[in-house]
Nanobody
Framework: QVQLVESGGGLVQAGGSLRLSCVAS????????MGWFRQAPGKERESVAA????????YYADSVKGRFTISRDNAKRTLYLQMNSLKPEDTAVYYC????????????????????WGQGTQVTVSS
């Protein structure tokens, strides 16, 4: 079973930056497509960014393009999300997820039906 632990969230003013981290327990970390998702209060969870298993392809939601960057360090089994120029509408709980049966295409503009989710990390952007 894949275990993922998100961290790096916090309270930041609009225009500020945060870097989220997601440490994964699975083997063959580099063989998985992975993604970041977020859920704001009263809203459905949405796909924010995704990275294909070798990093050749990336996806970003239109709302974060040009501001967020997804990356991975396979040696550390860690997925990152660098968030710059944060806006109040970025306020949400952010989650990472991955599953060997979920292809990269399933992350594009949708949320795959993962078996479970971690606790996520809260990002709050004040105006």
């Amino acid at each position: 079973q894949v275990q993922l632990v998100e961290s790096g969230g916090g309270l930041v003013q609009a225009g500020g930056s945060l870097r989220l981290s997601c440490v994964a327990s699975m083997r063959a970390f580099s063989d998985y497509a992975m993604g970041w998702f977020r859920q704001a209060p009263g809203k459905e969870r949405e796909s924010v960014a995704a990275l294909s298993w070798r990093g050749y392809s990336t996806y970003y939601a239109d709302s974060v393009k040009g501001r967020f960057t997804i990356s991975r360090d396979n040696a550390k089994r860690t997925l990152y999300l660098q968030m710059n120029s944060l806006k109040p509408e970025d306020t949400a709980v952010y989650y990472c997820n991955a599953d060997p049966s979920v292809p990269y295409s399933a992350y594009v503009n949708r949320v795959p039906n993962f078996r479970s989710w971690g606790q996520g990390t809260q990002v709050t952007v004040s105006s």
